[in-house]
């Protein structure tokens, strides 16, 4: 048997399985935590960053605080590494292109998740970089570049048919296939995908967002306007109404961490 197969054979165990279950509650506890940081950025609260740093720099201000991080840490790291083994080789309840485009998005969230990890690591050693600051720092190093500019705005273009495309798989409720209810009752069943659905269309609009800032700051030549989700829901509040908005995107995001407990009991997770 190759390091490969065994490899494989191991993503195939309870235990390997169980981690990744777990791991949703981990999740869904960092959407609880931006959930709160975007209602008190709604209600005026100073000094709010609302990015994943602020959210967990609000888990660490709880109780038993630095513990909770290091157990959303070992969340992230364990949905990271289910992401890998789908990337390699999950995905076979689909076939041809359709698998292709689900294994590079299980890549992406390995990325994804990854980053998280290191930031809540940050946060435990005390060393907390801000999100925000970091993308703007990314995006002028890009738009100092030869056709820069240009990079951004197909970046922002991307990141807006991202949030298109989240909010539309919210709506359409097309995350219920990657569900197993068994006998769950109909109000559990109710109740997760009525989570979901809210969820995925909160964060989609708040992607959306991010990406038109992305294409202001490619416009207008200014990385200031790139700051990522601290940049969109600062923009979000300042708007006509913008109180109500970003509380209504903070009970969304609220909503898909719900569903993360939910994903923790109901997900499929084989590869």
């Not at 109780?63 to 969340?75: A, E, S, T, Y």
Request: charged share 15%.
């Amino acid at each position: 048997m190759t390091p490969a197969d065994t490899a494989h054979r191991a993503t195939q165990s309870d235990l390997f399985k169980n981690l990744t279950k777990v791991g949703f509650v981990g999740y869904g506890l960092l959407h609880l935590a931006l959930a709160w940081v975007a209602a008190q950025i709604a209600f005026g609260e100073a000094g709010q960053e609302g990015d994943q740093s602020g959210a967990f720099q609000k888990l660490a201000e709880q109780p038993f605080g630095k513990l909770l991080l290091w157990f959303v840490l070992i969340c992230l790291v364990a949905l990271a590494l289910w992401q890998v083994a789908l990337a390699i080789w999950g995905h076979r309840d689909v076939q041809g292109k359709e698998r292709v485009w689900e294994r590079v998005a299980s890549a992406g969230r390995v990325v994804i998740y990854a980053a998280l990890a290191w930031t809540a690591g940050k946060v435990i050693t005390g060393a907390p970089s801000s999100s925000a600051s970091q993308q703007q720092q990314f995006t002028a190093g890009i738009m100092a570049k030869p056709a820069g500019v240009w990079l951004v705005g197909l970046i922002g273009l991307g990141v807006l048919a991202f949030g298109a495309g989240m909010l539309w798989y919210g709506w359409k409720r097309k995350f219920e296939r990657k569900l197993n209810f068994g006998a769950a009752n109909p109000k559990t069943r109710k109740a997760a995908t009525r989570a979901g659905q809210i969820g995925y269309i909160a964060k989609g609009v708040a992607f959306g967002i991010v990406g038109v800032l992305l294409l202001q700051a490619a416009i207008t030549n200014d990385p200031a306007k790139s700051r990522g989700l601290d940049a969109a829901l600062h923009t979000l509040v300042a708007q006509p109404f913008g109180k109500f908005l970003l509380l209504a995107v903070a009970v969304g995001v609220a909503a898909f961490g719900v569903y993360c407990f939910f994903q923790a009991r109901f997900r499929k997770v084989g590869t």
